[in-house]
């Protein structure tokens, strides 16, 4: 039974509405899945202690984040295919990100180009792989320039794509166009159907310009079989060089990484698994976030990313030494079941629990928070 927490109701009108290949690609890990379990698992290690007598009639969640101001410690993490879930797609999350003051990263492989997502006026920020053609990551990076996105998230943990076994069952990525048991099954799903249809939600519209091949699925593995493989130390400083804006470097799991990445003149990491979607088995998120915040004694910001579901699990992970907390399937499901007003409630829901949770433990806003850091936890 899926663990799906404060977003329980979202993720089942979402499989409910979903085609298979969409909702296995949503939902889905790497190999056995085990670190997609562990990144909830390790969550239910910790408990929060509460405090009474304290004057909890106020509690702000206001944060600064990779040099931003944000209402919420919230940041919808970048999430490939998101236009295919719901006709909304990645701008009608961006009007969501935007209503409550948080940051949203623009996948790569996002159906809505960078440029439409941010006229929103979203706090976005551009999500970038260092391709084999380096002009394509150029290219990208101007892009991001010149429709005002300032900020760019380096995405570290992809020298290559395990095997996914719902994503390999269904063909997804694999095949340059839909098998006729693939269009059956979306024909199952009539609703859906007409709201792609309607979008005309065809192509990967951020990417399209950079591959020859047509339709979703054909673009996606073209695009992906160019993200280097050699990617090392030498292009962070390359990509550190063509960028001035904020840099911030996502899948880093390893204290001596993220020390080597402040060195570098980056502006933030994002603690990341990659949602399971990568190696397994591997630690949770949560489980190396205390050492990497130790390593970097405040240097950076740092955002987790993986296994959120709870208020409590948000509060957790900001006293173990995070900044802000991302969130990606969440937001998916959320976008699936209700478009815009969907990522709204989901959002809205979670900063409610956080406010209990705070309220509970005696903590009234973030500063305090962080300064009774690991104090306020018992681990189990």
């Not at 999430?79 to 701008?91: I, K, P, S």
């Not at 305090?368 to 018992?378: D, M, Q, S, Y």
Request: proline residues 4%; charged residues 20%.
């Amino acid at each position: 039974m899926s663990d799906d927490g404060a977003f329980s109701s979202f993720s089942t009108t979402a499989r409910r509405r979903l085609p298979a290949l969409f909702a296995d690609y949503l939902d889905g890990g790497a190999h056995g899945e085990r670190t997609m379990a562990r990144n909830r698992k390790t969550f239910k290690r910790w408990g929060i202690v509460p405090r009474g007598l304290r004057d909890v009639s106020s509690i702000n969640l206001s944060t600064q984040c990779f040099g931003k101001p944000w209402d919420l410690p919230l940041f919808l993490a970048p999430l490939g295919f998101a236009g295919m879930l719901h006709a909304d797609g990645e701008t009608g999350a961006a009007r969501a990100a935007l209503a409550r003051n948080i940051g949203m990263g623009i996948s790569t492989f996002s159906i809505a180009p960078m440029e439409t997502v941010a006229a929103t006026g979203a706090r976005t920020m551009a999500q970038i792989y260092v391709m084999r053609d380096r002009s394509i990551t150029l290219d990208m990076l101007e892009r991001a320039r010149s429709c005002g996105i300032s900020d760019i998230i380096l995405t570290i943990d992809t020298a290559i794509t395990p095997v996914r076994e719902r994503d390999a069952r269904n063909g997804f990525r694999h095949l340059s166009r839909p098998t006729i048991r693939q269009l059956a099954g979306l024909m199952k799903h009539p609703r859906w159907l007409a709201g792609m249809h309607h979008r005309h939600m065809h192509k990967i519209g951020n990417i399209e310009r950079y591959t020859a091949s047509r339709g979703v699925m054909a673009q996606a593995r073209d695009i992906a079989s160019q993200i280097d493989p050699s990617l090392s130390w030498d292009d962070l400083a390359w990509l550190r060089a063509h960028w001035k804006g904020t840099l911030v470097v996502k899948g880093v799991m390893h204290p001596d990484d993220a020390y080597q990445i402040a060195e570098a003149c980056a502006d933030g990491i994002i603690v990341s698994n990659h949602g399971g979607r990568q190696m397994d088995p591997a630690p949770s998120a949560l489980d190396v976030l205390p050492a990497i915040a130790d390593r970097l004694a405040g240097r950076l910001d740092i955002v987790i990313d993986g296994g959120i579901r709870r208020g409590s699990d948000v509060v957790t992970a900001l006293l173990l030494g995070a900044t802000a907390v991302s969130i990606g399937r969440p937001w998916g499901w959320a976008l699936t079941a209700g478009g815009t007003d969907g990522v709204g409630a989901a959002l809205d829901t979670l900063a409610q629990e956080i406010r209990d949770v705070m309220a509970l433990a005696g903590l009234c806003d973030m500063k305090e928070l962080h300064t009774t850091g690991k104090r306020a936890l018992w681990q189990f």
